[in-house]
């Protein structure tokens, strides 16, 4: 099992940035396909990005990509989410989450293929 926690959230200006950051415990996080999504409030929680084990694949929802790009460094076991060209819209509370190890090689943009959730970080963007 691992353990995700979200740090870098915060308020931003509108066309700003902001980088997220998730942390895993454990020696076997880069074992693990990671992806973030987010939920604004009065919404149900919808994928952002997601990164295979080896960092070969990412996927991004059509509303963000061309402005977030998802990274991770095994050695340091963190997935890193850079948010650019931030806008209103992306206000929400993101949350990172750990696909089960059998499908560390493949990405997915469905909530049920993630079992293991951090308890997310605040991201408000301001117009």
């Known amino acids: 099992q691992v353990q995700l926690v979200e740090s870098g959230g915060g308020l931003v200006q509108a066309g700003g940035s902001l980088r997220l950051s998730c942390a895993a415990s454990?020696?076997?996080?880069?074992?693990?396909?990671v992806g973030w999504f987010r939920q604004a409030p009065g919404k149900e929680r919808e994928f952002a990005a997601t990164i295979t084990n080896s960092g070969a694949y990412t996927r991004y929802a059509d509303s963000v990509k061309g402005r977030f790009a998802i990274s991770r460094d095994n050695a340091k076991n963190t997935v890193t989410l850079q948010m650019n060209s931030l806008k209103p819209e992306d206000t929400a509370v993101y949350y990172c989450?750990?696909?089960?190890?059998?499908?560390?090689?493949?990405?997915?943009?469905?909530?049920?293929?993630?079992?293991?959730w951090g308890r997310g970080t605040q991201v408000t963007v301001s117009s």
């Open positions: 989450a750990a696909r089960d190890l059998r499908y560390s090689g493949s990405v997915s943009p469905y909530e049920h293929d993630y079992p293991y």
């Open positions: 454990g020696r076997t996080f880069g074992l693990y396909a």
